[in-house]
């Protein structure tokens, strides 16, 4: 064990990275069900999206675990399974079977920049703000879909938005947990948001909004699922938006998780690159497709293994341990309403918010841009269409401006590919 993971080289011990692993099991099981909840949008199977979300985060965290001996969880991303269903699905006209063939495509890409100099190149050409901007986006994304899916925020002839059925029982349930959920993580109890979907699912059978059938602890049947596992379509290969979109998607994922990887190595104190974990989240993203989800991230909720004193890959080795016992626990997952996984999608979302600190106001080139991108995600619910615009329109102002040479000459590049994709899909 010392050997594998130098646990005392990292200055931790192994009854810390059992426990950091278990904490990190408890701040991230939710992901099983709100995961399988948004693939099901999409047509995915219920059970089928349940299996999927186990395998790929006990896959992804065993390789990033031993590949990389780094603390971090790859689990499938919140705002990136929101763009898999509701952008490239429903906005899109896609099937999930070509969907999954975009997350492997994504994850191909992913590979050969992680493993080349090309992340390099990235990281340094995309600007912080541009950078703090999709994330906050992503958030507010979030926000509006879990108001939606309780109900609470409905469509209105007039007004685009309107409020809803307040009294209704996922509303009522949704409510009470989020002010459940909000102050089980201000109080900062172990588990919060899994005690929280466990408290608000009671609610709602309590109430009637949703009803118990039998449950049991068993091996569930794979069948639907290998309806799932590996059915990726290539039916839409020459179509050049399946391309367009392929690679959109892969400028999130890649964006999104060198900045976590960054953030969570920061926390380490760590003075590695991040590049091992950059090269195991690219093949975990590969594999998402093959097991039938969205992709992979290196997961902000890793942040409490490390900070309960996890410090190598033993932790996330445990944690995707865990995972994978919970397959035995997916008739109980079942049965978990989305009025439980709406408040987590808005507390979530509004995390998320808070990086808008980072932006600084002071310079409309570098906040204009950014801040396009915020509103527009939302607004267009697209996450790349939000992204295209501001990566579009920052190199253009500064170039107007006479501050062309601020702007790295990569980030040129992507802009015309995101001008590109808008060309193709909107005019032609």
Known sequence: MERLFKLQQHGTTLAKELSAGFISYITVVYIIIVNATILAAAGIPLEAGIIATILTSFFGCLIIGFWSNTPILLIPGMGLNAMFTYTIVQSGGFTWQEALAMVFVTGLIFVVIAFTP??????????????????????????????????????????????????????????????????????????????????TSLLSIWIGGSKVEGISLTMPSLQEYLGVFGQLSWAQAGNIVFWLTSISLAMVVVFENIGLIHGHNKMLKSTEDGKKSLQATGISVLASGIFGTSPTVASVESAAGITAGGRTGLTTIVTGILFLASILFIPVIKIVPASAVSPI????????????????????????????????????????????????????????????????????????????????????
Do not use: W
């Open 118 to 199: 090309v992340a390099n190149v990235i990281t340094s050409s995309i600007p912080n703000s541009l950078k703090e901007a999709i994330t906050i986006g992503i958030g507010i994304l979030l926000i509006l879909i879990g108001f939606d899916n309780a109900g609470i925020i409905t469509d209105s002839e007039h007004t685009l938005l309107a409020i809803g059925n307040l009294s209704s029982p996922g509303a009522v349930t949704t409510i009470i947990g989020l002010i459940i959920t909000v102050i089980l993580f201000i109080k900062n109890v172990p588990g919060n948001l899994l005690l929280s979907i466990l408290i």
């Open 345 to 428: 999608l808005i507390l979530i979302g509004v995390l998320m918010l808070q990086n808008i600190v980072h932006i600084s106001m002071d310079d409309l080139t570098e906040s204009f841009p950014a801040l396009l991108i915020i509103v527009l995600i939302p607004l267009t619910y697209s996450i790349a269409d939000g992204m295209a615009i501001g990566f579009v329109l920052y190199p253009l102002l500064k170039l107007l401006l006479g501050k062309g040479k601020e702007v790295h000459p990569a980030l040129y590049f992507i802009a015309i590919l995101f001008f590109s994709n808008f060309v193709i899909q909107y005019v032609f």
